[in-house]
DNA sequence: TATTATGCATTGACAGATTAGGTATATTAG
DNA sequence: CTAATATACCTAATCTGTCAATGCATAATA
């Protein structure tokens, strides 16, 4: 089953700080972590993503590095800011609160 | 606390067959439901509730009547289908699921 | 040597939501 | 009486995030 993207919609920028929280990463493993966690059900679209990076860094929530590698593909670094932290946290405490009252909007009996 | 209209998008119609479930309904009372429902946190834009209203019922998932009133405004109102229920228990089911995969993406710990 | 995997990025189109506007009747406050 | 509010419907233009398609480059594998 594949999730409808209207239903993730609103939730990319709180997705890519949550991975973030964890350790720096980069675009291509954000995106793989996603496809795991969601047991291979959803993964972003590239477009989305780097969409996502920019809008981030442009609100100042990530900063961006690129990495060292001598080998293999140049990686760009992404990095969350105390603000990144405090928008996700709010994001979290958005999303819980709106899964109460989806709950609540598509039950069919009280 | 308001809910940010990306995190109800795509829910729409699902929320109005839902509502539709119960009893034919129209469309200034659903929005009231709405309203009430989410505890005074939510309530559909007009546009988006007519909007959708043309979209559901071009899918074949709600019908239209006017209503009789001999006072006050006219009320179109709105009944659903079969296919409606069949879209709405979908619709349900793939909330469930999707639910529990942005709680794991946004998790920051295993 | 051709394919797949890794990795970043942009452009144009699309769909659902919002903003802003419109019409009309009934009730209530001043 | 009359202005404001509530009830009730509807549409056009615009915004925003996502997607499809495309491009570039390197490394590993078949």
Redesign the pocket.
Known sequence: MT????L??????AIILAHLLRRDS???????SILSKSGGTYE????????????LTDAGYIT?YW?A??????????HITQQGREAYKRMQEEWQTTKQIIDNLLATED
């Not at 993730?8 to 920028?13: K, P, W």
């Not at 980069?26 to 793989?32: F, L, R, T, V």
């Open positions: 999730i409808a993207s209207d993730i919609r609103g939730h990319t920028d980069y675009g291509y493993e954000i995106n793989k972003l679209n590239e477009a989305t993503l780097y969409t996502a990076f920019k809008r961006f990495g590698e001598k080998i293999g593909a140049r990686r760009k670094y992404y």
